[in-house]
């Protein structure tokens, strides 16, 4: 049984990532099945820190914007909004270059809050970071979680 309130698509999706910090790092959303979403992003020069390895601030990018956007798409957008709550990381090995590839599962869809588990994996499929997040869902025209 699928989670989306709406069937993903790819091509949408993708044009969401246009004109902010998803095109800048080549964030792209590549798969999607009953109950999770993929997404890879560029290893190079955008996402390196100083040392010539991936960011780990550049994974939790990835890691935001699949989550987010998968919780997105199991809302009902004309009643609800999804914004992040908390975030976090293990980095478990370094990557150079190439694409780096995020699958996002979830583990609580409830009724205030989603939770996502996310596997980042470089082109060998080897993990190379582990985040979990945590979205609050609120209703239009509430606050959001101060």
């Known amino acids: 049984m699928s989670i989306w309130q709406r069937t993903p698509d790819l ?3 993708n044009a969401t990532l246009k004109g902010n910090i998803g095109e800048l790092l080549d964030i792209r959303f590549d798969d999607f099945g009953d109950d999770w979403l993929s997404a890879s992003m560029v290893v190079d020069t955008r996402t390196h820190q100083p040392y010539g390895i ?3 601030g550049a994974s939790v990018v990835l890691a935001e914007t699949l989550g987010s956007t998968a919780s997105y798409l199991c809302i ?3 009643r609800y909004y999804c914004v992040g709550l908390e975030v976090n990381a293990n980095h478990l090995r370094s990557l150079r270059d190439g694409r780096v590839s995020a699958v996002a599962r979830p583990v609580h869809l409830g009724r205030t809050t989603h939770v996502w588990d996310l596997r980042l994996c470089g082109e060998d499929g080897k993990a190379s970071c582990i985040s979990r997040l945590t979205m609050a869902i609120v209703a239009l025209g509430e606050r959001t979680p101060d």
């Open 11 to 13: 091509a949408a999706l």
């Open 54 to 56: 991936l960011h780990g």
């Open 76 to 78: 009902d957008s004309s």
